[in-house]
């Protein structure tokens, strides 16, 4: 509905903003502005997120939105015409990429599971399939489903309308999980950093909560063999071993009492600085070391946590983004992208794949969500929550995620 901006109007609105703004200046707009008044000077309610509620309640049936904003160390808002709308989407094409990608992670763990043991007709393949598959299926989509239902229930408890989770499926051995993930569309804008922070950081926490408990029945359920005692060039197939983060290494010797995969030696080396460097460099191969074998549950543990630090990588509508941009605001958040950028360039030297997520983050990872009240600053309790995000992000976060070993 389009109202014109008239005096009787103009004073109407003027009377809603000064119950809660000390008004120093007005600059009304016009055709080239994208807001039709901006008042600046000082919000003099007490609670700054409870004032914009107020003020956006009260102009909505007038068809105005408030956005509060912070500029030159004075508060400005503006009113710009039309409401936060959000078109519905289409609960079955989520319903049916969910089926997609369940038949594309059953079919990996279906593969994972059976160790290549499969024989017989066409059926009895595919029952083997199902048999074998259940365990790994079971597990990667509850990890994936509890980290997107986190973010979707912490927006509509927030009244942020987002949509159901769309899983993306992607076949064996394109991916080695059978899918590339889940993600949730937020329909609209949050209101403010505090909601924001609180969806960023639902979905990883919650992910969290069912990958490692996943991870550590998947560890109990696996066993440890020797590794090659030297290269084997000419040989098909190579030895493939998962990348270590610092969680994943205290849970590998919480299960089995060692730090896996074990050397033979370290090579004159400080334990301390030789597993500082085979963290990050997945060097030297521990050929003749001793390592564990994953079973399809704890590979789908595994994959949980590289999921989630790949989402925390602190860079535009990744949730590591999002919980950047409420933590520091936009500037810093601008500021700190090249430095990100420039370090997974780096880190691509190592294990070429972070040249793909430079590039996609290079495209992809300079937007930062805004909410439509940028004043409200996050309180202590979410300040805290997002520095332990971080924490979780360099405790999860794994350099080298896969190591082939020749």
Excluded: C
């Amino acid at each position: 509905m389009d109202y014109t901006f008239d005096l009787q109007r103009q004073d109407l609105v003027e009377t809603y903003v000064r119950r809660i703004f000390h008004i120093e200046d007005v600059t009304l707009g016009s055709e080239r502005t994208p807001y039709i008044v901006r008042y600046r000077g000082r919000l003099v309610a007490p609670d700054s997120a409870t004032a914009y509620d107020t003020l956006s309640t009260q102009l909505k049936p007038l068809g105005l939105t408030p956005l509060f904003r912070t500029e030159e160390e004075r508060h400005v808002i503006y009113i710009i015409r039309g409401l936060p709308s959000a078109r519905p989407s289409n609960p079955a094409v989520n319903l049916i990429m969910f089926i997609l990608t369940l038949l594309s992670v059953w079919f990996t763990g279906g593969i994972l599971g059976s160790e290549g043991e499969l024989s017989g007709s066409a059926p009895q393949v595919i029952l083997q399939l199902l048999r074998a598959g259940w365990p790994f299926a079971l597990s990667m989509m509850a990890i994936l489903a509890a980290h997107e239902f986190g973010h979707y229930l912490m927006g509509r408890h927030h009244g942020v309308h987002v949509t159901l989770p769309y899983f993306l499926p992607l076949p064996f051995p394109i991916s080695p999980f059978g899918t590339m993930g889940a993600f949730i569309n937020m329909k609209e804008v949050p209101r403010n950093r505090r909601i924001l922070m609180d969806i960023g950081i639902a979905g990883p926490l919650s992910g969290l909560v069912v990958a490692i408990p996943v991870l550590l029945i998947g560890l109990s359920l696996s066993r440890l063999e020797p590794l090659p005692a030297f290269p084997q060039p000419g040989v098909l197939g190579q030895a493939q071993l998962e990348g270590n983060s610092i969680l994943y290494l205290f849970l590998k010797f919480l299960v089995f009492g060692r730090l896996l995969p074990e050397p033979v030696s370290y090579q004159g080396l400080p334990p301390l600085l030789y597993w500082l460097r085979y963290l990050v460099t997945g060097q030297p191969l521990p050929y003749g070391g001793l390592d564990v074998v994953l079973h399809p549950v704890a590979w789908a543990g595994w994959g949980g946590l590289l999921i989630t630090a790949l989402n925390l990588i602190p860079a535009g509508q990744l949730d590591g983004g999002h919980i950047l941009y409420t933590l520091f605001g936009r500037k810093r958040a601008q500021a700190l992208f090249p430095i990100i950028l420039a370090v997974l360039i780096l880190m691509g030297f190592i294990w070429s794949g972070w040249w793909l997520w430079a590039l996609l983050i290079f495209f992809f990872g300079r937007v930062y969500a805004e909410p439509l009240d940028q004043i409200t600053e996050l309180d202590g309790q979410r300040r805290l929550l997002g520095a332990i995000m971080l924490i979780i992000f360099v405790l999860i976060f794994t350099p080298v995620p896969l190591v082939l070993m020749p």
